[in-house]
């Protein structure tokens, strides 16, 4: 384990923005990770850096969580736990699970990551959420050095929400995460339109997981980038849940807006549709820019600063609360 100093985290951030830090340790075991903690309480913690939007430079020690492993850790007729490590690529890792047959979590496919940051978050796509899948994950107390174990439950998922986004934000290291998937009777979800219309366009009646993957990752790649090729973190923004009223009102102006019942007082709204309608979509700002296919990803066309797509991010959300009166927050963690 070697800390290095004046390190550029431009590979270590999906966006591909310049920035340094001031330290850096890929830490690969979780004594690694005590160890640094030990002797440096004042850390910025990183995984996949997926989800983040760099807008300075990081005067702390940097820590790379790259904890590796994967595992069967019991198995039935009717599911098994699949535990992973939180270095773990979040798709190599839904691969892994679909080529053991085990369902629930292939219409999580190609979202760029790592596991330990997906509770955090609850990633979503195509009418799946972590929680519908997750059991439990192991986390490191960053004040006492110990290990403790969150439920589903003690996670409190909301939409784009956990525990660790909120009380708890950055009091805990998530260590590794366990899922409950379906061995046998796999209840596939293609309730999306996206994803029937593409496997009929396959002539596909009676989809496999891996067919379901395989349509995911078609519809994603024609719409998303990849950051390996366009600096970017996915959605930027989260769909806006509004009240019903509030709909109504929006949509007496605007009749063509689409919705998704939430509850019977909530709906949401597809930010994408409003910062189309908005008129941002594929719009470009210097090297900064709003994708030619999907308008909740703002990219970064080769050295835009975190400041500029900051500066893009917020002229769009004014515009949009103007002209619709919603508010659109940030799905990215802007640091």
């Not at 085990?102 to 760029?112: A, C, H, K």
């Not at 997906?118 to 799946?128: E, K, L």
């Not at 959420?129 to 998922?157: G, Q, R, V, W």
């Not at 996915?234 to 709909?247: D, R, V």
């Amino acid at each position: 384990m070697q800390i290095q100093t004046d390190f550029s985290l431009k590979n270590y951030n999906t966006f591909g923005i310049e920035a340094k830090a001031k330290a850096f340790v890929s830490a690969e075991t979780l004594e690694d990770l005590k160890t640094v903690l030990r002797q440096d309480e004042d850390v910025f913690i990183l995984g996949g850096g997926s989800n983040m939007l760099l807008t300075q430079d990081i005067q702390q020690l940097v820590v790379h969580v790259n904890l590796k492993g994967k595992e069967v850790t019991e198995t039935n007729e009717d599911y098994a736990i699949v535990k992973a490590q939180a270095g773990e690529n979040w798709h190599e890792f839904v691969l892994y699970c679909i080529d053991q047959n085990l369902g629930g979590i292939e219409n999580l496919s190609l979202i760029p990551g790592n596991v330990g940051t997906t509770p955090i978050q609850n990633i979503g796509a195509y009418g799946v959420e972590i929680k519908d899948t997750m059991l439990s994950c192991e986390a490191l107390n960053l004040k006492t050095l110990e290990i403790e174990t969150f439920t589903n439950a003690s996670c409190k998922f909301e939409y784009r929400e956990s525990i660790f986004k909120k009380e708890l934000k950055n009091q805990y290291i998530i260590t590794s995460v366990s899922f409950k998937l379906s061995t046998t009777n796999h209840k596939v979800s293609t309730t999306y339109g996206v994803i029937d219309a593409e496997l009929k366009k396959n002539n596909i009646e009676n989809p496999t997981l891996k067919d379901i993957s395989n349509a995911v990752i078609a519809i994603r790649q024609s719409k998303l980038p990849d950051p390996k090729e366009l600096g970017n973190s996915g959605s930027f923004f989260k769909n806006p849940i509004i009240t019903k009223e509030a709909y109504e009102k929006a949509k007496a102006l605007h009749p063509e807006m689409p919705h998704y019942v939430v509850s019977e007082t909530e709906v949401k709204v597809p930010a994408g549709w409003l910062i189309e309608q908005a008129g941002f979509k594929g719009k470009r700002f210097g090297d900064a820019g709003v994708h030619k296919n999907q308008a909740l990803v703002l990219v970064n066309y080769g050295t835009a600063t975190g400041a500029e797509l900051v500066a893009l991010s917020k002229n769009i959300q004014q515009t949009v609360l103007d002209q619709f009166g919603i508010t659109i927050d940030a799905e990215v963690n802007i640091i």
